[in-house]
């Protein structure tokens, strides 16, 4: 029988904690997702954000419309295309993992562009309504942004349409939306402090306002973004494993899983499956 992360019931504390481990434990097979997607298009927004710079500069009105218009497409890409489906790719990877299964990258992105027009459809829903609810004084926006956080994982892991997935998300965080904003508050946390020592960093030994400053900063702002990205991916899925445990005893699933699929290799050996220092 495969050994699997042991299932239970996790605190706020204990999901980060896990997090953390199952990042150290794939970190290559996580950051080769999220460098394979997202690395490329990165590398073209860095570049004509700064053509488009020069072209302000020189006072270049033709360079300057063609810059901005090629910026927007590729940050459209970036937002609807690359890091749903690099979200997707990933969860779906985390989960394998999770369940003591092998998965590559190319076995992930392949799984989530399968999924991609289902990961299109989620992510722009859930980001309307979480830009909506900023705007109505913050706090609806932060309550969907807890609400929708295992979506994705339904979606990957369920294979549900992107409403039924949504639906899946509210239902299953119905009353544990304090634990996600923790665990959300944290991330983000993390997430800022980096960035801002790398600020502080630049701007001490080269200038952050200088071109070679701004440039390098640009540059480590963005390789946060990939560093950090499978961090709220795996805290989404433990969340959304942890929300199955707590409603549905997943963890009981898995375990009368397990000692089935025991049971038939006994069979199969003749051996007596619960004799496990039985000698053959």
Known sequence: MQTLEKMEPMST??????????YSRNWSLLLGISAVLTLPVVG???????????????????????????????????GFVT???????STFAISERYLNKEVGVGQAIGFGWRRLGTLFNVSVSIGLRVFLGMLLLIVPGIVWACTYIAAIPAVMIEGCKARDGMS???ELSLGRRKSVFGILVAIWALSFVIDLSFYFAIDLSLGAKTFIGGLLYTVASQGVVVLLMPVGVIAATLLYYDFRIRKEGFDLEM???AMSADFAEAANEGSDPMNKNQEF
């Open 44 to 78: 073209i927004m860095i570049a004509l954000n700064y053509y488009t710079q020069y072209a302000l500069q020189t006072e270049n009105g033709s360079g300057l419309m063609i810059g901005g218009l090629l910026n927007l497409v590729v940050i459209c890409i970036y």
């Open 13 to 22: 504390g204990q999901i980060l904690d896990r997090t953390l481990k199952l």
């Open 168 to 170: 899946r998300s509210r």
């Open 255 to 257: 375990l009368q899983q």
């Open 83 to 89: 890091y749903p489906l690099a979200q997707g790719a």
